[in-house]
């Protein structure tokens, strides 16, 4: 068990550009999230998976973002058309289903935007 | 509305002494209950859970934290702080279907 792993660790870009993170989730767990985290501010939940479905969607999650997890393994988080508000710490979790909220985290991409 | 609350921006406590953060929540119903540790270019590492049962749980690294459903709280003690110990400490609450709400963290300092 290698835990939690998101790639990249962390992402500078331009205004305007597109960027995608990974999440590589411990691999007998079934559900997936995505967390926003700001400086000073505890994660903010952004959308879950269970398998491949996408089950939740926050208010947060403009439609510039776009999470996939195709094969109800590692899951990917597309920014479009970035701006510098998106600049922040993605944190991925992942957990088995019937242990609700006992969430693994990764160690987070962050994400710079100039 | 939901929300966890940590009214401690920071904590400053010397080596050896004890320590309690505090966490207040609004929840629907009895949510489940956690603690977690962030330290710097780290993964957040869950310290402690409530779920139900005996409403004061132990942790890891020597923590422990007690439900009070009247006060609705789930404060985080430790008797004896050691410097690892500092680092930022969020509570947090979710329910089976529903997400997880963090609070806005505590940061402890350690002095020595």
């Known amino acids: 068990d290698t835990g939690v792993s998101q790639n990249p660790r962390h992402k500078i870009t331009k205004r305007g550009q597109n960027v995608t993170f990974r999440c590589d989730p411990i691999?007998?767990?079934?559900?997936l999230y995505w967390y926003r985290q700001t400086l000073g501010q505890g994660p903010e939940f952004l959308t879950y998976?269970?398998?491949?479905?996408?089950?939740?969607k926050s208010r947060l999650l403009s439609d510039r973002f776009s999470a996939e997890r195709p094969k109800g393994s590692f899951s990917t988080l597309e920014i479009q058309r970035t701006e510098q508000g998106d600049s922040a710490m993605y944190l991925c979790?992942?957990?088995?289903?019937?242990?609700?909220?006992?969430?693994?985290f990764g160690p987070g991409t962050r994400l710079t935007v100039l | 509305a939901q929300s966890v609350t940590q009214p401690d921006i920071h904590i400053t406590v010397s080596e050896g002494a004890s320590l309690e953060l505090r966490c207040n929540y609004s929840?629907?119903?009895?949510?489940?209950l956690f603690w977690y540790v962030q330290s710097p270019g780290q993964g957040l590492q869950l310290l402690l859970k409530?779920?139900?049962?005996?409403?004061l749980v132990q942790g890891i690294k020597g923590f422990e934290a007690e439900f009070k459903r009247s006060q609705s709280s789930f404060n985080l003690r430790k008797p004896s702080v050691h410097w690892s110990d500092a680092a930022e400490y969020f509570c947090?609450?979710?329910?089976?279907?529903?997400?997880?709400?963090f609070g806005a963290g505590t940061r402890l300092f350690v002095k020595a």
């Open positions: 409530y779920f139900s049962g005996d409403t």
């Open positions: 947090a609450a979710g329910s089976r279907g529903f997400k997880t709400i």
């Open positions: 979790a992942s957990s088995l289903g019937d242990r609700e909220g006992e969430q693994f």
């Open positions: 929840y629907g119903a009895t949510p489940y």
């Open positions: 998976f269970q398998n491949e479905a996408q089950l939740e």
């Open positions: 691999s007998e767990h079934n559900r």
